[in-house]
């Protein structure tokens, strides 16, 4: 069963517009969520999780519960962020990775 | 502190042939982990470990074998490669105290199975 949703797999934007990559969750536990980034010819590395409440590169991303959800936002798109974006939530043993979303901020 | 190191970089076989992909860390870290990473598919789960000596399965494990000897390395294996297993592979490492840990990602392995 697909334990992580992301909608989106592609996504594009234009600098300075608003973005949101959507993700939702299916998890009965309590859900230890973080949402990783792929730049162009580097390695995957983490951006935020939803522990810290912490706002990285202009990214929040609040985890909502009830709508099981942990979408990743940023009021102001920047040419840098075009990126692979991934969702994940980690269940103690296991970390589930969603499809991915590849964001495009067009100049 | 190199981090999460993966070699070979990349690696082309023949379907058949068997090969071990590399993967070390000098964090310390206790949990090690493979994925694959497939388009349309994102990364899924093959093995992991929570310490030397002691393998699990994740989501996608057949065809793959693993071993943890040491804390440091976490080899992964194709014991008979088939093109199915055409992939990029990432080897990852956190600390498994905290259960909150984010991974630690390597460069990944390209691998092309003819």
């Known amino acids: 069963a697909q334990r992580v949703t992301q909608p989106e797999k592609l996504l594009s934007v234009f600098k300075g517009a608003p973005v949101e990559l959507k993700c939702n969750y299916s998890y009965s536990g309590s859900p230890e969520l973080f949402w990783y980034v792929q730049y162009s010819r580097q390695r995957l590395q983490l951006l935020l999780r939803h522990i810290s409440r912490e706002s990285i590169k202009g990214f929040t991303a609040d985890l909502n519960k009830g709508e099981t959800s942990f979408h990743l936002k940023k009021p102001f798109a920047q040419e840098e962020d075009s990126a692979m974006y991934y969702c994940?939530?980690?269940?103690?043993?296991?970390?589930?990775f969603g499809t991915g979303t590849s964001l495009t901020v067009i100049p | 502190n190199a981090g999460v190191t993966q070699t070979p970089k990349f690696q082309v076989l023949k379907t058949g042939q068997s090969m071990t992909l590399q993967c070390a860390q000098d964090m310390n870290h206790e949990y090690m982990s493979w994925y694959r990473q497939d388009p349309g598919m994102g990364l899924r789960l093959i093995h992991y470990s929570v310490g030397a000596g002691i393998t699990d399965q994740g989501e996608v494990p057949n065809g793959y074998n693993v071993s943890r000897s040491t804390t440091e390395d976490f080899p992964l294996r194709l014991l008979s490669a088939a093109p199915s297993q055409t992939s990029v592979y990432f080897c990852a490492s956190s600390p498994w105290a905290d259960f909150d840990q984010p991974q630690h990602f390597g460069d990944g392995t390209r691998l092309s199975i003819l």
């Open positions: 994940a939530l980690d269940t103690g043993n296991q970390f589930y």
